[in-house]
């Protein structure tokens, strides 16, 4: 006589951090977001049936907010447990590595995984003896009488953007080959086979069309392919995604905890072993989800204590450094733009320096600047580097920032669809200073640099010209393969969140200024 059940997976994936409903641009923020709502949501299923829910933390925690930023560089020592004891409090049974993990050195993430009260699985970050460097591949667990097999992987992508002494000794072994070795022994030794990915789809999921370039960052899709895999639980791309990719459930749950993905298998059992017989995936939305009161209580005072720390002024603006608009930032020079480019040239002897305005939620630099300000538009961990280039160089990657933009009716200028969808990727569209040019959108992809001098003469193909950048672009990151490891010629290791503070103690009042080095424009009107 056969018997079933139903085996619930829940998991959080990409949330950087950000343990309370806040994005921290004003003081006490609430936001629709946050691990707080997530554990709301994962308490108020969890306890419908305790004893078959299994729940996940994807990868991506230890970096992202300002309260991630605090664990490691707010205090005299790194202490990562204020924040990693919010997410033991979540209570979950096993946990990966996103690429993110890395961006403060393997040494701070290992201090990290140490205060932990969960398990990890990673299968494919190897240590240089070819084992798995985090621990084991897999975790079994048992849930109800059923074992199920978590193996964990994570973008085997890292090394093309993570700072070289931050992985050192580390190799990243490919998704599908690691998973192709590991699935079949653990159908031996489990009833059911999850895989927890940091990473995403590189196709379509319903005809399997290529979705971008085939770079090996994501394979999600392949993944699926794998026989004998039960559940896929995704993230990196922060995409809100449920649904079935060749019959195997998956889910990816957006960033910053917005969602919490929830996959239900059905199982029979007969002969003393339990297959997999219907399943179904979801996401269960956290926005107006009460944030959990235990959690909520736990982190009040490291909160109180970061928030304080944001509010720290730095310097003085005269004029005006806001960005009320960053779509039209990004198409003007705005004067938050140009102080960054300032600070990036100051810091590594340069005069050409390129940045990104990575999202839309900084609002620039108002009268007074604060440390929240600062880490609030300047949303990432980056150091520099200074590649040297040449000219045809530099017009290649002028060229791939052009494509952010695509005409729009009327000689408008709008924004290429792909920079947008499936994931925002405004922090892949540069702009330059030190160098004069024009993108003309109504010209072909490619050709859209009409106009590009350096000290008042046309920069030539084979002209060598040094530029700062950030480490995540100078290596090629967000597709640059015109840059690489290879042109980089010296560093800066500060953090520009470090940079921009020392900036403004050497230059405690700054002016807001934008000399129009650049201008995009569609001819065609």
């Known amino acids: 006589m056969s018997e079933t059940t139903t085996l619930t997976i829940l998991s959080t994936s990409d949330t950087h951090g950000f343990v309370l409903p806040t994005n921290y641009v004003q003081r006490d923020g609430t936001q629709p977001f946050g691990l707080t709502r997530a554990a709301t949501v994962i308490d108020t299923v969890r306890q419908q049936d305790p004893a078959h829910t299994l729940v996940v933390e994807n990868g991506d925690f230890l970096q992202g907010s300002p309260l991630a930023y605090y664990a490691v560089k707010g205090t005299a020592q790194s202490q990562p447990s204020l924040l990693t004891q919010a997410y033991n409090a979540v ?7 996103g690429n993110h993990e890395f961006n403060y050195g393997a040494d701070y993430l290992r201090q990290a995984l140490a205060t932990l009260n969960y398990p990890l699985a ?46 050192q000794g580390l190799q990243f072994a490919d998704v599908v ?53 039960d559940a896929l639980i995704t993230g990196h791309q922060h995409r ?37 017989t219907d399943s179904d995936a979801q996401l269960l939305p956290t926005g107006t989800a009460v944030p959990q009161p235990a959690i909520t209580q736990l982190m009040a005072p490291v909160q109180q204590t970061v928030e304080d720390w944001l509010d720290q002024p730095l310097g003085r603006v ?26 990036q040239m100051a810091a590594t002897g340069t005069d050409i320096s390129g940045t990104a305005l990575f999202n839309n939620e900084g609002a620039g630099f108002g009268a007074t600047v604060s440390l929240r300000d600062v880490m609030t538009n ?66 072909p992809m490619g050709q859209r640099i009409t106009a590009l001098t350096y000290h008042g003469q046309p920069v030539q193909a084979d002209q060598l010209l040094d530029v700062t950048v950030n480490q995540y672009r100078a290596v090629g990151g967000g597709n640059y393969t015109m840059f690489g490891p290879q042109q980089i010629v ?26 129009d080095n650049f201008r995009v424009i569609n001819s065609s009107k």
């Open 240 to 276: 809100q995604l449920a649904g079935h990719v060749h019959g195997v459930p998956t889910t990816q749950p957006g960033y910053r905890g917005e969602m919490v993905g929830r996959i239900d298998l059905t199982l029979t059992r007969e002969n003393d072993r339990w297959t997999v």
């Open 177 to 229: 080959s690691t998973a192709e070795e590991w699935v079949p022994q653990l159908q031996k030794l489990a009833d059911v086979v999850v895989i927890a990915y940091h990473g995403g789809f590189e196709r379509d999921l319903t005809d399997g069309a290529p979705t971008e370039t085939l770079t090996g960052e994501n394979k999600g899709y392949a993944l699926a392919q794998i026989p004998g895999v």
């Open 91 to 97: 209570g979950y049974d096993v946990g990966t590595l």
């Open 378 to 443: 300047y949303i990432y961990p980056n150091t520099l580097a200074v590649l040297r280039i040449t000219g045809a160089t530099l017009r290649a990657a002028l060229e791939k920032s052009a494509r952010y933009f695509q005409p729009a009716p009327n000689g408008a200028i709008g924004v290429n669809p792909r920079f947008l969808h499936p994931k925002p990727q405004r922090y892949n569209y540069d702009m330059y200073h030190g160098i004069d040019y024009t993108i003309d959108v109504a010209q």
């Open 490 to 515: 010296r560093e800066n290791q500060k953090d520009m969140t470090e940079l921009i503070a020392d900036y403004l103690q050497a230059h405690p009042v700054i002016i807001a200024m934008a000399d």
């Open 318 to 343: 005269q004029g005006d450094m806001t960005i009320p608009d960053p779509d039209a930032a990004r198409i003007t020079e705005s004067p938050y733009i140009e102080f960054i480019q300032t600070v």
């Open 122 to 167: 990673q299968a494919n970050i190897l240590d240089e003896a070819g084992q798995p460097a985090f621990g084991p591949a897999y975790q079994l667990i048992k849930k109800g009488g059923v074992t199920v097999a978590i193996l964990g992987l994570t973008t085997s992508y890292i090394p093309h953007w993570e700072s070289p002494d931050h992985i």
